[in-house]
Structures are given as C-alpha cells and as structure tokens.
C-alpha cells in the first residue's frame, strides 16, 4: 500500500520557469510533510517542510503548498535554475512514541531545467 | 558541526553473505534512522535506533538488524544477502523530542551478485 503517491514521474521545464510537484497521502494521522532534493550518488537533502496548520510556506525560491482536506500539498520552485536539476521526493511522518518519526517517501520526481 | 557520514562508500558483495553498513549521526543528534533505496524508487524506512533500543521498524525481515552504540553511531547488519538487496542504504540520524527533522547521510551502494 502506496501510502504518499508522488506525480509527475519526471519533469522538464525551462530555465525560469515554475515546476510543481504534487503529492497525495492518505493517513490523517501524518503531521509532517517535508520535501526532499537528491542528486545522484548522493544522500536526500531537506528542502522545506510544512505542518497541517499552515497552507503554505516559503523558504527561498520553494513554495509548500498543503491543502489538508484533499490530503494533497505540491513543492514549487520559482525561477528555476538548471543547478536545480535533481530528483524531488515528498515525504510524510507522524510521532509515534519517542522519536519514531519514520518518513515514508513518494516514488520521486526526476525535474531537468534547460537553460 | 560534522553531518551524517557513512561507511563504506560502495560495496560488493555475493548471494548468502553478511555486510555491515555503518553510520555515525550528526553532531548532538540521538536518534538514527536507516532507509534502504532501490534504484529509481523514494527510500524506504527499515528501522530506527533512540538511545540504543530499536523505536519503530518497518516492513524488512528479521536478517535486518542493527545496533546503536552510547556515542549514537549505528551499524546496519543483513545476513544472507540477497540479489534483491542491492540498493543504496541511508543513514538519517534526528534530534528526537525536540523534532522530526531527519538529515541524511550520503550513502552506502551494496551490490549483490
């Protein structure tokens, strides 16, 4: 059971424009939803992360949409650069019991940015 | 501040053997999480180490297992490998109690023949 279903698979856009990736949860009970970069050979590096009682945040050039009634929240990156260039995983957790904190992960989203 | 390190880098190993995978978590951090990572899929949570007990473990048999030492730093251990645990392994060590952000840590790529 897919518990967060990421979309698109993969994404191209050009140099300054907005990609947005959307994710779907279906546990009510996550309470944390951050978003992931990753290049390859390398480790997941936190992006951005949002809470359910806020509908958006902005750190930078990356927006977290979160609608908590579709269950649904996108990463936008504004003026994108081709260094942005990456594979983006949203991700979901809940606290249950002391530090178990676990992420489940969407399947990923391959961006390339042109120049 | 160091961050997550991971060793080693990459590993080959062949179908039946053992490997340990290790872990030393980012400065002042407690809690270990190890994911394993097909290649094109999104991590997938194995287990987590708080203050040297297994806190949560996810769906990976029993020939997974681990160890946190007093220092936080973590060993991953599976026992008779099998082709279908070539992956890259990551190591995301947290602060627990004061938030669940999770900082990973490069990774080890296992190859299994």
Redesign the interface.
Same mark, same amino acid.
């Given at each position: 059971q897919q518990q967060v279903k =990421?979309s698109p698979q993969s994404l191209i856009v050009q140099k300054g424009g907005i990609p947005i990736i959307n994710c779907a949860y279906e546990n009510t009970a996550f309470d !944390?939803f *951050?978003w !992931?970069q990753q290049f390859p050979?390398? $480790? *997941?590096?936190?992006l951005i +992360?949002i809470r359910p009682d806020v509908s958006e945040k902005k750190e930078g050039r990356f927006t977290i949409s979160f609608n908590k009634s579709a269950k649904q929240f996108s990463l936008h990156i504004m003026d994108s650069q081709p260094g942005d260039s990456a594979t983006y995983?949203c991700?979901a957790?809940m @606290?249950?019991?002391? @530090?178990? /904190?676990?992420?489940? &992960? @969407?399947? $990923?989203t391959k961006l390339s940015v042109i120049p | 501040e160091t961050g997550?390190t991971q060793s080693p880098t990459h590993l080959i190993k062949t179908r039946g053997q053992q490997v340990t995978l290790r872990c030393s978590s980012q400065s002042g951090h407690?809690?270990v999480?190890w !994911?394993q990572q097909a290649l094109? =899929?999104? *991590?997938? &949570?194995i287990f987590?180490y /708080?203050?040297e007990e297994e806190?949560?473990r $996810?769906n990976f048999p029993p020939r997974f297992s681990g160890l946190q030492f007093p220092n936080y730093s973590s060993e991953l251990n599976v026992n008779a490998l099998e082709l279908d645990d070539s992956a890259l392994y990551?190591c995301?060590s947290?602060l +627990?109690?004061l938030t669940?952000?999770? /900082? &990973?840590? *490069? $990774?080890t790529r296992l190859t299994v023949l």
């Open positions: =990421q !944390y *951050p !992931y050979g390398k $480790g *997941p590096a936190l +992360a995983f991700a957790s @606290g249950s019991g002391a @530090g178990s /904190y676990q992420l489940t &992960f @969407g399947k $990923g | 997550v407690n809690t999480s !994911y094109g =899929q999104g *991590p997938q &949570f987590q /708080y203050r806190n949560g $996810g990551l995301a947290s +627990a109690a669940d952000t999770q /900082y &990973f840590g *490069p $990774g």
